[in-house]
């Protein structure tokens, strides 16, 4: 571009740098995102580590002149860079303020109260206690002050990650249970007073040596403000907005500049303008009249574009080989984990919960997630905490969220939902099989298995022979599911075949079959086969959907549809579980 | 935000800044530009006309302090600033290119080729000629070499504006008739000479006095290779995205990553980064793998919020009162409007058409719109043009979009597609009336329509009660919809009321009728009865939405749930004109 250069203006050179940098940001947490998913780990793992590759960790240890061009300390594209960062981070904060719904935290009563209570002071006093008495152990700078520390860690042990506890209970099947309800209660209530605490901490931060007390004023006033009659403004405005202007680009412009405004706010007060955004979502968010649609276009950009930016960007701040320090990352550990497990369990007890869910509560409720590591970072910024610490802070964070699924999975014996496309690769799709017979057909899909599974053809054959002899399996809509139960068959196997012209399956309604799955699922699991059986009607069954895939070009395609279809659910560790009921 | 203040980082009171910019800017530009939708005016308008509010023009004069602090000339925030509004250009070119639809241009063939051709020529030799003869015209710096002058000149009088060329199609309802499809092939070939041209002119230009050609062969190069290889790539790559990751988070990843690696590399070349940005929109916007969802979700974030921001941001750079010569502007006016309108009159008479079409082609062709305003803003920031002529294409570029509408409609006979919703007000609908019965719902109806028309209330409610003696006006699903034409009746007036248990209006399938459409129209137009009643029964006649206005609250999500109903349709002039078909 021609901007003359200028030490302090984005010169060509600058811009083209700065764009390069968010492309390879973006793009490669989006790949190691993706694949941190594959392996059943947290998105923001992954987004995390593709920082970590690009930042002083590795790419500035291989390739320094890279890393100076793309990611200078200060200068223009820092600059404009930074400017990137903290606009998502503060319209991350917005995503994750507009899922607070405050008029369901009421109904919880009681109980979302007990547990949010517990669970925040409890392993508040023993973060705060530990940091007061052995700062050392937690790195502490010796030259900082004792108090702003101490109260940061404290409120670091006692915050909880709303949206990943929102995504874990979706992947439970749990979302809508008793439990699952408490716990995201529970859990709102926790962010609120959370980021209120650390908002107040900053403030303390802000005025050194000063008067904290206006800055403390007017944080209370603001958000006392912003949640009575901003939230009673909020409900008024949209409706007009949507009544005069155009859709949903008038309310998503009215959502974005609330934020804007409110994150100026705070951060003018002395605190961080996430505060604002935060809260501005929680204002907006509790009307009914935002329309899903509107929430969706707004949650689907952020998440997926300014939050994997933002998440790398971590990675892109330290040295994680050089600022590991094991003792620090035990303490924090340890001490996260049983304060808020701790705290929780016995808020759901005294509740009247049964142990069991009171222990699921708990480790429901200790995933720290992505807001952990948004406070870790502000306070490093702050200089609050040394770089260890924060390190220390984000492992806590990954290995707390990690944890939490497959321990309220194991408490509640609840077992995770399940899709189609996790059971299926391309080589178990056969578009255009040769067989013309029902026998032939089920010959090309058993020798197929037999490939995949190891297991002889003959023996599927036999099996699933056996099966079609009892009553064909023909369904309605030109479907057929030939299954059987092998004994030593390791995990399910499904191979599908599509049949242009169709092939008798006797069904129901006298249509030839054109998606033959085959579903061979070991004797040990009789439940799966029900499952898969269960997957493959509510999803065939789809008029639309079957011609999509009747249609489909080639195997990834067909995958692509499934994909789609079946990718309702949010992701993993980012503010994203808005959509629950989808 | 904690950051250590340097002269060069964001500090604290920096990132406020930054964001209450973003904040005001996003907000005005949205007001502003649904003004002047209101008044039928191309919404781009609106949002420049922000950036005037906010710049120099005004906001520096009346309260230079806030100017300053809001938009300062350098330093942190304008670097974070001029980043933002770069990424939304980009962004903003990018889905643009995703407009521009190849293999429909092929199939219009020679007609589509001799109109884009005539329209860029003609108006190219002219701009080309004047400005190469009588610089001085068109307020040429002396100083300033003349040749890339020229051919911006030539350029900027040959460029067409895609985005606004297909708004006014569809609001002319012609978007897939023959001149629709004709005009809109022409402008996407114009769009992408035009671009690819500018390109050029920007590297002889970036090469000042040295060794233009090999940027020349760089651009050449790189916009081939893109169109072909990175074609048939994204074509490729695009299925495998949507079949191994998250949908559709990771397709937009892919979508915009792209675009950034491919605007830093035009960038790196000598070229602007929106070439590259453009290009990526064109070549994978013509797979037919990229969802409609997806497809969406880019665009109106986009299109909503980078693109608004942007817009005001061009009327942040000159003072519009001083740079304003009125010769400049006329000068521009003339050669661009005569240049374009004739050259593809010419074309598409040599093509075969009717005259009459022909001049319809010329005017449709002659919008400028945003591509423009883009446009003349590199070439201002590159120092080619002085302010003067800037200013002068800014108007020019609206001035065109303004009349192109009008003048096809004229010389087509074309009519706007109206909305229920233009002519309802809130006063307009009786949430609550206290008629129980036919006659007196009737006269509750006729009294509110006298309200507003101004005729006696006797008059209306005679000729409804005549009109209902013949045949009650009730229809199936709970809707009635009394009518009469009027003499002296100046426009059409509609009064809805709503009723909770319903009134017997004898219809058909025996519901009493709980939405009460009274339709009012001037005897001289006997279309627009037919036109209100088919509007009524499309949108009443929808048991979702009928029941979601039988439950609206007030008379504003009354109107908010029609807005949006019936908002399938695209903006003005930001290039959204992606989803005709809705």
New interface residues.
């Given amino acids: ?4 250069a ?1 030490s ?3 010169t ?2 600058g ?6 940098s ?2 390879l940001l ?2 490669l947490a ?1 790949i190691m995102g ?1 694949l941190a ?1 594959r392996y059943r780990q947290p998105q923001v793992l992954g987004e995390i580590l593709a920082g970590v590759v690009l930042g002083p960790t590795l790419l500035a240890q291989f390739w320094p002149q890279a890393h100076l061009m793309l990611f200078p300390e ?3 594209v ?7 960062f ?2 998502g981070v ?1 319209f991350l904060l917005l995503v994750a303020g507009l899922e607070v719904d405050l008029s369901s935290v009421w109904r919880q009563g009681k109980a979302a109260m007990s547990v949010s209570v517990t669970g925040i002071l409890f392993p508040f006093v023993i973060g705060f206690g530990l940091a007061w008495l052995a700062p050392s152990l937690l790195g502490k700078d010796p030259a900082g002050e004792l108090l702003p520390f101490a109260l940061f860690v404290g409120i670091a042990m006692s915050i909880t990650a709303l949206p990943v506890i929102a995504k874990i209970l979706i992947d439970l099947n749990m979302f809508k249970s008793d439990t699952g309800m408490l716990v995201m209660s529970a859990a709102m209530v926790n962010d609120l007073v959370g980021w209120l605490g650390f908002a107040l901490v ?1 403030a303390t ?2 005025d050194q040596g000063g008067n904290v007390a206006p800055t403390i004023l007017y944080t209370v006033v603001f958000a006392i403000g912003i949640l009575t009659v901003g939230r009673w403004a909020a409900n008024r405005i949209l ?2 907005v ?9 309310v ?3 959502v ?2 609330t934020a ?2 409110c ?2 706010m705070t ?2 007060i ?1 605190i ?2 996430i505060f604002g955004a935060f809260l501005a979502g929680v204002a907006i968010g509790d009307s009914n ?1 935002l ?1 899903e649609r509107t929430r ?3 949650h ?2 952020i ?3 300014f939050a ?1 930016v933002f998440f790398a960007s971590i990675g892109l701040r330290v040295n994680f080989v050089e600022a590991f320090d094991p003792l620090i990352v035990l303490v924090v550990l340890v001490v996260a984990i049983v304060g808020k497990v701790g705290g929780c369990y016995l808020g759901a007890v005294w509740a009247g919960l049964s142990k069991r869910e009171s222990w699921a509560t708990g480790f429901g409720m200790s995933a720290r997630g992505a807001m952990e590591i948004i406070l870790g970072q ?1 306070a490093r ?4 905490i040394t770089d260890e610490l924060f390190v220390a802070i984000v492992i806590m964070a990954l290995a707390t969220s990690m944890l939490s699924g497959p321990m309220m999975q194991k408490l509640l014996r609840q077992r995770q939902r399940r899709r189609l496309k996790d059971f299926l690769a391309e080589r178990q799709i056969i578009l255009h099989p040769e067989a013309r017979t029902l026998e032939s057909i089920l010959r090309e899909l058993s020798s197929r298995a037999a490939e995949i599974t190891g297991l002889p053809a003959g023996r599927i054959l036999d099996a699933v022979l056996q099966r079609e002899q009892i009553m064909h399996t023909g369904l309605p809509g030109g479907l057929a599911v030939p299954h059987a139960r092998l004994d030593d068959l390791a995990k399910p196997c499904v191979v599908i075949a599509r049949h242009p012209d169709g092939i008798d399956f006797d069904s129901p309604d006298g249509q030839p079959a054109r998606l033959i799955s085959l579903l061979l699922t070991p004797s040990q699991q009789p439940e799966t086969q029900l499952e898969l059986l269960d997957l493959v009607v509510r999803i065939f069954g789809q008029p639309t959907i079957r011609d999509r895939l009747l249609n489909a070009a ?1 195997g ?2 067909f ?2 549809i499934l ?2 279809v079946e ?1 309702s659910g949010p ?1 993993d560790l980012t503010p994203n579980a808005n959509h629950v009921e989808a």
Avoid at 79 to 84: K, T
Avoid at 243 to 250: E, I, Y
Avoid at 381 to 384: F, I, N, P
């Fill in positions: 571009m021609g901007l003359i200028a302090d203006a984005l060509s050179t811009l083209a740098a700065f764009l390069v968010l492309g973006l793009g989006r993706e998913r200060q200068g223009p820092a600059i404009a860079q930074e400017g990137f903290q606009l503060a900053m931060l802000h409706p007009f949507q009544a005069h202007s155009q859709w949903p680009g008038g998503m412009g009215f974005l500049v804007l405004l994150g100026a951060e003018w002395g961080h303008a009249h329309r969706d276009t707004i689907q950009f998440t997926n574009i994997p502000l910024q702050a200089q609050l080639n990834t395609e995958l692509a994909n789609q990718s992701n």
